[in-house]
């Protein structure tokens, strides 16, 4: 089984539509959403993880894609930019899945993109601006 | 054995002077004890690397053809405005200054994403700025408006003056309340849901020298990833507060007030820093040598994580309001863990300064020690310390009298 985490953006004509139901119906998906939001002008943007054989995940990616769905990969998602960093650790507390973690020894930061559900809470709490979404 | 400052420039002039770093020197008091590393090592390198708002920098732009005297006028700097109460083309651009048109806080929390410290860095990493002024018109100085492009090697005099910074020991801020608060401390999330500290702890200068027996008026050191010195106590100086055993402040504690040629530093080390919902600060990188002239002061700088204590205030009500308690008392050692405890609860710490740019800096100093690029100075006078009247009070108000009351 494998995991895909990917970034869905949606049209307002979409907004509406059961399109994770036929992830799951037609394309034998299971689907955890991560984040879910739908912006003032009734664009949604949805955080899933995508877990199925590869057959299905190529398949199910497809047919979003053909509704009209933006697809991106979440790893695009955040970036940290460690030239930007200090490696203060102001952002650790404020990472729920450890993405932002510290050597304790050394007290240095790093950034684990896989973990990275792009929850964005980092963005606001970084000083230097090392941490920035990248749509 | 005692040794003098000159007599450990001597060793560095021949190359046998032995430098090592504030963290370094802790594995050799614990190998050789005290006694021994007392007469074998000649400087403890220290360093820090935090937010220190009480920065800024003053300016001689260079008059221009015809004159203008941008004193008393009005001028910013990439839209920043900064003081202009000096004489004709010297200002002070402070680093918490913002543009007269961001909307600070008014669109709560504000982002804060440009003001005076960015201006600094920006100007240090050797790229332009937009210099634009209005001024009155004299006799001597007709000129009333002024727009250019400028850089820091066009300028004829560029200077890091910061009033405070190197804060000995600080707050751990929490937040007591049901909602999440923005404070200079980083953003505090409700219930105790993290702690932010602000200190590197064993690294930093003043815990290394914590009744200020070798950093004095003078003092030179590595500022900002040049040179610069130590020129008075900082503003809040407070050296007469509850000290453990080992001399270090529970509380914060005594500050430095610096000085140094901004030409010759450089972006790493000072960095513009936006504080949602707070404002702007500028991070600064300084370094302190410590000499090493007695046992008493090799003891001093080889205090551990372990043996340095901060007070947990709340920020939410105990700080704003100025109102006394300190919920709980923590190591550095505790703090680097990643977690505390406060009032029974498990709280997750970050930090607003560097340990590991810290360390950096203190490497680099031993570096320039080392490569004999930088000598020791001896203070030319104390900065107040234990025992001394200074300390700090709140503002006494008093209120206006109205005419005819």
Same mark, same amino acid.
């Given at each position: 089984?494998?995991?895909?985490?990917?970034?869905?953006?949606?049209?307002?004509?979409?907004?509406?539509?059961?399109?994770?139901?036929?992830?799951?119906?037609?394309?034998?998906?299971?689907?955890?959403?991560?984040?879910?939001?739908?912006?003032?002008?009734?664009?949604?943007?949805?955080?899933?993880?995508?877990?199925?054989?590869?057959?299905?995940?190529?398949?199910?990616?497809?047919?979003?894609?053909?509704?009209?769905?933006?697809?991106?990969?979440?790893?695009?998602?955040?970036?940290?930019?460690?030239?930007? /960093?200090?490696? %203060?650790?102001? &952002? !650790?507390?404020? #990472? =729920?899945?450890? $993405? *932002?973690?510290? +050597?304790?020894?050394?007290?240095?930061?790093?950034?684990?993109?896989?973990? /990275?559900?792009? %929850?964005?809470? &980092? !963005?606001?709490? #970084? =000083?230097?601006? $090392? *941490?920035?979404? +990248?749509? | 054995?005692?040794?003098?400052?000159?007599?450990?420039?001597?060793?560095?002039?021949?190359?046998?002077?032995?430098?090592?770093?504030?963290?370094?020197?802790?594995?050799?008091?614990?190998?050789?004890?005290?006694?021994?590393?007392?007469?074998?090592?000649?400087?403890?390198?220290?360093?820090?690397?935090?937010?220190?708002?009480?920065?800024?920098?003053?300016?001689?732009?260079?008059?221009?053809?015809?004159?203008?005297?941008?004193?008393?006028?009005?001028?910013?700097?990439?839209?920043?405005?900064?003081?202009?109460?000096?004489?004709?083309?010297?200002?002070?651009?402070?680093?918490?200054?913002?543009?007269?048109?961001?909307?600070?806080?008014?669109?709560?929390?504000?982002?804060?994403?440009?003001?005076?410290?960015?201006?600094?860095?920006?100007?240090?990493?050797?790229?332009?700025?937009?210099?634009?002024?209005?001024?009155?018109?004299?006799?001597?100085?007709?000129?009333?408006?002024?727009?250019?492009?400028?850089?820091?090697?066009?300028?004829?005099?560029?200077?890091?003056?910061?009033?405070?910074?190197?804060?000995?020991?600080?707050?751990?801020?929490?937040?007591?309340?049901?909602?999440?608060?923005?404070?200079?401390?980083?953003?505090?999330?409700?219930?105790?849901?993290?702690?932010?500290?602000?200190?590197?702890?064993?690294?930093?200068?003043?815990?290394?020298?914590?009744?200020?027996?070798?950093?004095?008026?003078?003092?030179?050191?590595?500022?900002?990833?040049?040179?610069?010195?130590?020129?008075?106590?900082?503003?809040?100086?407070?050296?007469?507060?509850?000290?453990?055993?080992?001399?270090?402040?529970?509380?914060?504690?005594?500050?430095?007030?610096?000085?140094?040629?901004?030409?010759?530093?450089?972006?790493?080390?000072?960095?513009?820093?936006?504080?949602?919902?707070?404002?702007?600060?500028?991070?600064?990188?300084?370094?302190?040598?410590?000499?090493?002239?007695?046992?008493?002061?090799?003891?001093?700088?080889?205090?551990?994580?372990?043996?340095?204590?901060?007070?947990?205030?709340?920020?939410?009500?105990?700080?704003?309001?100025?109102?006394?308690?300190?919920?709980?008392?923590?190591?550095?050692?505790?703090?680097?863990?990643?977690?505390?405890?406060?009032?029974?609860?498990?709280?997750?710490?970050?930090?607003?300064?560097?340990?590991?740019?810290?360390?950096?800096?203190?490497?680099?100093?031993?570096?320039?020690?080392?490569?004999?690029?930088?000598?020791?100075?001896?203070?030319?006078?104390?900065?107040?310390?234990?025992?001394?009247?200074?300390?700090?009070?709140?503002?006494?108000?008093?209120?206006?009298?109205?005419?005819?009351?």
């Amino acid at each position: 089984m494998l995991k895909k985490r990917i970034v869905l953006t949606f049209p307002p004509s979409l907004v509406s539509q059961p399109i994770t139901y036929y992830l799951v119906k037609d394309y034998n998906l299971m689907f955890n959403i991560m984040r879910g939001v739908v912006t003032p002008d009734e664009e949604g943007r949805l955080v899933l993880e995508l877990s199925g054989n590869r057959k299905s995940l190529d398949a199910g990616i497809a047919y979003l894609k053909q509704q009209g769905i933006n697809v991106e990969s979440l790893s695009h998602d955040i970036k940290w930019r460690e030239n930007r /960093c200090t490696h %203060c650790t102001a &952002c !650790i507390p404020a #990472c =729920p899945t450890n $993405a *932002l973690s510290v +050597n304790r020894k050394t007290m240095e930061v790093s950034f684990n993109k896989e973990d /990275c559900i792009a %929850c964005e809470l &980092c !963005i606001s709490i #970084c =000083p230097f601006k $090392a *941490l920035v979404i +990248n749509f | 054995m005692a040794k003098t400052v000159s007599e450990i420039n001597d060793k560095i002039k021949k190359g046998t002077a032995v430098v090592v770093t504030a963290e370094e020197i802790i594995d050799i008091v614990n190998r050789q004890g005290v006694k021994h590393a007392a007469k074998e090592v000649d400087v403890v390198t220290t360093g820090t690397f935090g937010p220190m708002c009480s920065s800024g920098a003053y300016f001689n732009f260079g008059h221009t053809k015809p004159r203008i005297k941008i004193g008393g006028g009005h001028c910013t700097l990439d839209n920043v405005p900064a003081y202009t109460g000096l004489a004709a083309v010297d200002v002070y651009l402070g680093a918490t200054a913002c543009p007269e048109d961001d909307p600070k806080n008014s669109v709560y929390p504000g982002t804060f994403s440009h003001g005076g410290a960015h201006v600094i860095e920006k100007l240090v990493a050797g790229k332009s700025v937009i210099l634009k002024s209005r001024a009155y018109g004299t006799d001597c100085y007709p000129r009333r408006e002024l727009e250019t492009e400028i850089k820091l090697k066009d300028m004829n005099e560029a200077v890091l003056f910061n009033p405070r910074n190197c804060y000995q020991n600080y707050n751990v801020a929490v937040n007591l309340s049901d909602k999440t608060i923005y404070t200079y401390m980083g953003t505090l999330r409700p219930r105790l849901a993290n702690a932010n500290y602000s200190c590197a702890g064993q690294m930093s200068p003043l815990m290394n020298d914590p009744c200020y027996k070798t950093i004095g008026i003078g003092t030179r050191i590595f500022l900002g990833g040049g040179e610069g010195y130590v020129i008075w106590q900082g503003t809040q100086h407070n050296p007469n507060v509850k000290r453990g055993d080992n001399g270090v402040p529970r509380v914060p504690s005594g500050t430095l007030a610096v000085i140094g040629d901004l030409k010759k530093m450089s972006p790493d080390w000072l960095r513009g820093a936006s504080f949602t919902g707070y404002g702007v600060s500028l991070t600064v990188g300084i370094g302190v040598p410590i000499p090493v002239l007695n046992e008493e002061i090799l003891r001093y700088t080889a205090v551990t994580d372990k043996d340095i204590i901060a007070p947990v205030v709340d920020y939410s009500v105990s700080y704003p309001q100025v109102k006394p308690g300190i919920l709980a008392e923590v190591t550095y050692a505790e703090l680097k863990s990643g977690t505390i405890a406060v009032k029974g609860q498990k709280v997750q710490t970050g930090a607003m300064s560097s340990y590991s740019k810290a360390v950096k800096i203190a490497e680099l100093l031993k570096d320039r020690i080392l490569r004999h690029e930088f000598y020791l100075t001896e203070a030319v006078a104390p900065i107040p310390s234990v025992g001394s009247d200074t300390s700090v009070k709140l503002l006494n108000e008093k209120p206006l009298k109205r005419k005819g009351e």
